[in-house]
């Protein structure tokens, strides 16, 4: 039974996340995620994860919150919104995923969550924790259904009924009690399967998990390996991630624009035409994705991706 007090927190730390900006926020209880490992694991196994090996370390952290954070008793979720109607692409231009559009994600989120964190220490000051954007171990996934947030798809990333999937996650793991908000038991893909049947690559597994080998997702930004021949022609002139099943899933299409403007794609680099791409110098590449998440992969990787996918792309 939660206390007057832990559910007067929780109301405060949800209001906090929406004055923050956050979209989405839930609470779970902290537990061994056990049922994952096995998934986790067959998966690995099968080679699915690609040259992500680090995906099958750790599986002891990345099912236990206890063991990030001493003491863990709660995990608060939030979801950001980065939604954008504004496309970029056509006429032979590269196109790159909407997550990547404006500043790196990873360094907008973590500040929030540190801000809700440092408010929650005001008010509860024997609170102990640590906030994660992708930088741990972490399945966000997993408790982003513990905590109410969604479903995961049959493209394997969350939706959630009111605002679709197009949102980062967020993680902070608490040693504290909080009001836990009901796990999201539903799925309401039904018999949809639009993601499935529109992945240029055939990405997509029958039972929710990717192989990431055929992603353009993971060959355009994770892959240490050149991209297989036999997919480039599928790309789509698809140099920097890729939005396609998401895209065709009808709990987006109603998805509203995010409210960040520093989620926007800068005007200069909308404006970069075919050529200009090509051409593009280390410099150039330097100062415009500077804060960006395309950061990740080096300019030379980059560049490979536009040559070699806008030259083979259909
Ligand atoms: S991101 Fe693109 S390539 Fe990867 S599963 Fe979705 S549609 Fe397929
Ligand atoms: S496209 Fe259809 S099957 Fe795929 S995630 Fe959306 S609702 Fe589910």
Redesign the pocket.
Known sequence: MNTSAEKSLSVLIKEKAHDLGFDLCGIAPSKILKEHEPIIKKWCSSGMNGDMNYLGQNLEKRINPGLLVPGAKSVIVTGLNYFTGKKQGGNGIPVISRYAYGVNYHDVIKVKLNMILEYIKLISPEAEGKSFVDSAPIIEKAWARESGLGWP???S?L?NNKIGSFFFLGVIILNIDLDYDEPFSED???T?????DSCPTGAINENRTIDVRRCIAYLTIESKATIPKDLVPKMENRVFGCDK?QD????NSNAKPHKNPEFELPEEIRQITAEEWHNLTREQFNTLFKRSAIERRTYERFMQNVTIVTKFSS
């Open positions: 798809g049959r493209h990333i939706i309401h893909c039904g949809c399967r639009l993601c499935i099943c065709v899933c009808p709990w």
